[in-house]
């Protein structure tokens, strides 16, 4: 029987290169480019993207909206929780793909937590936008590794299932 491949370096990488990245952008929106400053008109990339600042004292979409810090460090809690389960789940992970989508989620999660322990309050700064419809909510680089790898995850869950468990219920 050949030894099965240890992926968790491709996912740690992943964690750790999404991480780093997510913080180095953040870095970037509030210091050199002030967007806190530019609040109100932001700075157009492009006619559909614009950066904006927004403080962001909840999770997606504006749930659990921390007013207190005893909210605010009951949100860092479950999430670190949160991110411990996913750690744990890349690290048993065999399939080099969802260990790599673990590996976003796992990047995105920590760069948030980060900032929710640092700041209060998770900094996003991406605002697409069509027109006045905006499909998401103002995000930052950790929502979307979270939001992709989350995806992978489901789409290889529900369309790349283990062709031997349909043949033994065929049988």
Do not use: C
Not at 52 to 63: A, D, Q
């Amino acid at each position: 029987m050949p030894t099965p491949i240890n992926h968790r370096p491709l996912g740690l990488t992943v964690a750790i290169v999404t991480l780093a990245l997510d913080q180095l952008i953040k870095y970037a929106v509030t210091y050199p480019l002030a967007l806190k400053s530019r609040a109100e008109t932001g700075i157009e990339i492009l006619p559909i993207f614009r950066l904006r600042w927004l403080e962001n004292r909840g999770v997606s979409m504006g749930f659990f909206h921390a007013d207190t810090d005893l909210m605010r460090w009951a949100l860092v809690g479950m999430t670190i929780l949160i991110a411990g389960f996913v750690g744990v789940w890349m690290w048993r992970e065999k399939a080099r793909q969802d260990v790599a989508a673990l590996g976003l989620v796992l990047g995105g999660a920590i760069g948030n937590i980060v900032d929710r322990i640092r700041l209060g309050y998770v900094v996003d700064y991406a605002d697409l936008h069509f027109g006045e419809w905006r499909p998401f909510l103002i995000f930052n680089l950790a929502d979307a590794a979270i939001t992709i790898g989350v995806l992978i995850l489901l789409a290889r869950a529900l369309l790349l299932r283990d062709k031997g468990a349909n043949t033994e219920t065929l049988k």
